[in-house]
């Protein structure tokens, strides 16, 4: 299997422009993470998906912040617009969710700059 | 609130010694805890998951015990080498259904050859 796969690798954007991150979980994991990691905050949880299905967003920072998972093998992470405090490594994760295992594999994430 | 602090923040160690980090949280009710390896701009590489139940979990030269009553795993890493120099981190999942991990700050190792 290729692992989590996450694009782009590197974005660098200036501020007030839309930024759209992808996520690729592995084939057959059912639950879906994004994750934001800082020098400051360490890594955070921003939202979870459970077979698509949205359970937590209470890590999202403001509305600027959406996610969707519009099927199994495939979610966006958007900010709209975005902003210098925006800038951050994302990392997305993905796990299969049954009892007596939730090992979470993680993606290479992606290297966020806003200017 | 679950909080996961990792103590030291940061260690090195010279090339063939045995050592020990420390991972602590506040909550005991947890369901199980990861330990994770970061390298230099990379993503996390999962290391042992122990669940609530078990006491400790080995893979090669990584042990990982933890103590839910105190609040407290630890993971040995057994005559390091300098490939072994990342940052590690800890991070527990709660509970009931929330499949949610609280990551720990994580503590910086540097094995020197």
């Known amino acids: 299997d290729a692992g989590v796969i996450q694009s782009p690798r590197h974005e660098v954007t200036e501020m007030g422009q839309e930024v759209t991150l992808r996520c690729k979980p592995i084939?057959?994991?059912?639950?879906l993470f994004w994750y934001r990691q800082t020098m400051m905050r360490g890594l955070e949880l921003l939202i979870y998906?459970?077979?698509?299905?949205?359970?937590?967003d209470s890590g999202m920072p403001e509305d600027r912040f959406s996610a969707k998972m519009p099927n199994a093998s495939f979610s966006t992470l958007k900010i709209q617009p975005s902003e210098p405090r925006d800038s951050a490594v994302y990392f997305c994760?993905?796990?299969?969710?049954?009892?007596?295992?939730?090992?979470?594999?993680f993606g290479p994430g992606t290297r966020l700059t806003v200017t | 609130k679950q909080e996961v602090t990792q103590i030291p923040a940061a260690l090195s160690v010279p090339e063939g010694e045995n050592l020990v980090l420390n991972c602590s949280f506040t909550?005991?009710?947890?369901?199980?805890l990861q330990w994770f390896r970061q390298d230099p701009g990379k993503g996390l590489t999962s290391l042992l998951l122990i669940q609530s139940s078990q006491r400790e979990q080995t893979s090669g030269r990584l042990n990982a015990s933890l103590d839910k009553s105190s609040g407290r795993s630890t993971l040995y890493i057994a005559a390091s080498q300098p490939g072994d120099s990342a940052t590690y981190l800890c991070a527990v999942r709660q509970g009931g259904a929330t499949n949610k991990l609280i990551f720990g700050t994580g503590t910086l190792l540097a094995v020197q050859p």
């Open positions: 909550d005991s009710a947890i369901y199980n």
């Open positions: 994760a993905s796990s299969f969710h049954r009892v007596g295992s939730y090992e979470q594999y």
């Open positions: 998906f459970n077979n698509n299905v949205p359970i937590d």
């Open positions: 084939s057959g994991h059912n639950s």
